[in-house]
């Protein structure tokens, strides 16, 4: 199987790197408009070939894949031609600028009987799939919170806010550990910029299952935290990915409820146990994600981090926007 | 000058042990309902006269001042009858469990030219102390954003949510360390156990001049987090009330930026330097708390935590519980 | 049962209040040679005698044992008038200043049928407790070292070096913990007052049977840290004493090796697994000893903190002395 | 100038990428016993000649330097070949298995007018040169001790014990930072293995000025420790590798003590301070260290990491390993 990728900018290297590595593949092009880009390829993979525009690679029928990291105002127009080339398609997170533009991404891949799918690179790492593992074990019991933070002394980017930049991570791991669909969102945030583009934000989503999710980004913390608690009646995960090894803790901890019909009082039992820290698969999660691509156009499979999640990111993303925009109020999904 | 003290639960022994050591100060009185209570205090201080009514106290002529570290429900009633009684008051935070009352008692000691009070005791941390001088001499440059996150497996109160129980802490250092007045509030939450009360919550404070606040709250964590983020432009702070020592870093931290004109496009320039931890005192906050109470008494002068700061943390809760309940609407101040 | 503490300083008041709490046992006296120390013994505890000289104590028939806080170099004196006069003996640690006196007392406590044991309180606490549970259950395997950092800016003690002050904790762990007998020792340390008081040190104990434990203790540390390693090779424990819950951590980490015969090469598999972090007891493991004092002087039991063990230590912390006053020396025990 | 390198196991790539980005240096040759790690070189560096033996390159007189990165046993005759041959070079810690090697060696570069050198690369990283800056503009006072602990769960070397292994990044550190001449050591150490290379030892190295160091390092522990105390008078440093950015803490941290004539007794002020991080430079130390060597032969001037730097290491280990032989009997150098 023959895959050209698009763009190669940070993410590039490590994708052309972990094509390369995948049984049955062969990275055949990297198209990037910067020639001092192409210059870097050449030296590290004299085969493949390169060049400043796309064409040539969509119109390739040897080629039967293209991955797309460019800037996300790109994605739309890229997948679009290549799925109309009859090519699989790839798509770096987040999947595309809007709603309409994932969903008619989607409609077209189905049309064509091709696949589509968007790179969220976590869902592959050790981590989220121990925590998937157990809460699909029912290890945890009834989730019932998901609070994370990401902030850190970040690039701040010039075409999208704080939470499009950061967000999407988080939001991916919520989708693809919590059964239940959101039903709507809240957020507020600030720019610091004069270009109305928020450098700090936090976002609710709500449920109507008691089940709520909040997220806390910033591009303008001096620590990084990269943390991301779950809450289930029986027990709670953290997972801090700046741990080298230990990011997963799993505490034994929680607590029972009864009212007391009499004296109309709630009664608490608070319990605290054990620690456990498991012991996480490190092969590179952006391998499982590229073996996963490769595998489900073989198999016709669903792959993991699908284009039906990637699209439930960007709804999240835009009602997340409104809502800054309207003074954190409440946008249905 | 003789005070006396009502409600001797888990904070009442340490008021006591607190105004003891205050010159010139004497407790009288310890009230508590709970005959148990008080013979705890007989046993640790014979010479306090206790009592299960308030009455006694309120009318004793010699007694300058009142404590009130009953629930909140009751602050509003007794607080009332002892400024009534014309005794100076002090009040364990939150004020009162509502905006009116906490303004019409506000009204009625300054009708009755006596001292109202609220002890909201961080103030008087070493740790605060060090941030609001940090502030003041202009240090952090223009502050830019607040960020709170104040969670562990706490006792699940049976009469105020999460917000009313956890944020007066840090909305009162908010109110303290920040010159500029809020303008609205987003809270969100959701309640766990089947009596309507938040036992998680989020609360954005909106200000007009491009500052932020941000507050987590949680009685379900299974860690516990006492972190405080405040960012100025010129450098940050982060406040990790869990270190023994260690509880404030100063970051030489930030960015610039500029807009290229040409390009239409935001230019920033990161720093990061080095980082301070300054040596604190270490004296106990509640001790000159008691000592600015009696202080402000004798010398008619305006205490740190004072009445109208403790009145703007009722607002702000007030308001954050109206949001909450209108699914994170946005309400003014 | 009755009984009086000799010696009102640091320790003093946690022993009064500890024994106060233990069944069937009456605190009857506190002695202490400083009246001020004995004013602040009266104001908390009314009804327990008080007096600078312990003959009162020694002479009173209703009098069961004592119960020694003194500085070191009085435990012995003590000690053996209170033998002699039919009193069972609880002795603080180090038991005494010399081996010599160390047996001298165990053999009279022998004579008169009298229980003497040494308050070594970390064999108390839940967390050496646990240790000791997972090694008695092989969960560790069979034990390979012991490695033992106990640091920080210290009292500088008059008398006794860094060893005789801080390393008696971490040797009655040792010995608890390990029921092979050590065989000799190794020890260099420095002393930077001008009283030849060595305020830093170390020591290795040394065994026959390829286990080794060492020892760092400093007063002149800019950090504290309390962390002691146990090797097993099945799993290895970390304790740090300064997490306020999850002191002990369990690692499933080990190797296994084997020789290669032709190639006379040995060949390890190194092995890293969870880690588990177990909750502890939090009883407080002063109340734990005094309990195991009164039970034993009861049911004419053997204490776990026992006087031979007591004996251990000091005839490893007099051997250590020897190695550093002679370079280094091998010492044999 | 034309170097080769000699050696292209763990190391060697690094050696390589660095030295080709030095001005003025091209990596000519790779010398390699492996042809599969030749292979390697060959993919990633076309224009580098690699050979499996060193002749070809010892003879090439465009070869003004030779890297040597092999294990420990062969660095001496390649050293010795290289000198002879009239090429620089650079050996890789520990300079040789032996104090004698070492001193030919340096005897033999000496005579040929040749620059010989030893890769300590810690001398060129960021946190190391703060320290060293530190303590020359005296702002730690009087140097009093070194306390180094390099831990982890590491790979047992098959020829060498772990004091060769871990410890001579630490003792290149000291002898770095401390200007004064050590005077013996101390060693004691175990073997859990049955080819009796030590995997655990300690290592004390004496002064005669008030000064002591102490190394503790272990193949076989469950936590990772990289961690370095150096104390003075004034203040204190603790040098935290594993830390991602805030590897070095200054403590204004210290006591001073005087002796009361008098009563013959020592008082002592302690005193704690703020605490300092500064920010490091954060330049590869490998490419420091390859830009030292090269600029060393053009401007014949002494390295940083020098040939007797190197040769004191050695002294230090080969009497460690005279001591832990002997039971830790002392061994002056």
Same mark, same amino acid.
């Given at each position: 199987? !023959? ?24 990275? %055949? ?8 880009? #192409?210059? =870097? ?36 127009? #890229?997948?679009?031609?290549?799925? $109309?080339?009859? /090519? ?5 997170? +987040? ?18 009987? &091709? ?14 799939? %121990? ?16 609070? $994370? ?16 930049? #950061?967000? +999407?991570?988080?939001?991916?791991? &919520? ?8 039903? $709507?969102? !809240? ?5 610091? =910029? ?52 230990? %990011? ?14 009499? %004296? ?7 319990? =605290?146990?054990?620690?456990?820290? +498991? ?7 952006? &391998? ?38 309207? !003074?954190? /109020?409440?946008?249905?999904?």
């Amino acid at each position: 199987m !023959n895959i050209a990728i698009i763009g190669y900018g940070y993410w590039g290297p490590n994708l052309v790197r972990n094509f390369s590595a995948v049984a049955n593949c062969k990275v %055949k092009y990297v198209i990037d408009a910067r020639t001092e880009r #192409l210059e =870097t390829v050449k030296k590290a993979y004299p085969n493949i070939e390169v060049n400043v525009l796309a064409d040539l690679a969509m119109a390739d029928t040897s080629v039967d894949a293209l991955v797309i990291a460019t800037p996300v105002f790109a994605h739309y127009a #890229l997948a679009k031609q290549a799925l $109309s080339s009859g /090519k699989h398609v790839l798509i770096e997170k +987040p999947m595309t600028a809007t709603v309409a533009e994932a969903e008619e991404l989607i409609e077209l891949a189905k049309r064509n009987n &091709l696949l589509l799918m968007v790179d969220h690179t976590f869902l592959y790492t050790g981590a989220i799939k %121990k925590m998937k593992e157990l809460i699909d074990a029912n290890d945890l019991g009834g989730i019932q919170y998901f609070d $994370s933070t990401r902030i850190n002394l970040g690039l701040f980017q010039p075409d999208v806010n704080v939470l499009w930049d #950061l967000a +999407p991570h988080d939001i991916s791991i &919520l989708l693809y550990l919590i059964n239940s669909k959101p039903y $709507s969102v !809240n957020a507020t945030g600030i720019s610091h =910029t004069n270009n109305g583009i928020e450098n700090i934000a936090y976002l609710t989503v709500n449920y109507t299952n008691g089940f709520i999710a909040h997220f806390s980004c910033s591009w303008t913390s001096p620590v990084k935290l990269r943390t991301l608690l779950v809450g289930g009646d029986k027990k709670m995960v953290v997972f801090n990915d700046l741990e080298p090894s230990e %990011k997963i803790r799993v505490y034994d901890t929680g607590y029972n409820f009864r009212t007391d019909e009499e %004296k109309k009082r709630l009664l608490v039992d608070y319990r =605290t146990g054990d620690v456990f820290i +498991p012991k996480l698969e490190m092969k590179e999660a952006l &391998l499982g994600m590229a073996n996963d691509f490769i595998t489900c156009i073989q198999t016709k499979g669903v792959p993991v981090s699908n284009a039906e999640l990637g699209l439930e990111v960007i709804k999240i993303l835009e009602a997340a926007q409104q809502s800054i925009k309207q !003074n954190g /109020k409440e946008i249905k999904l």
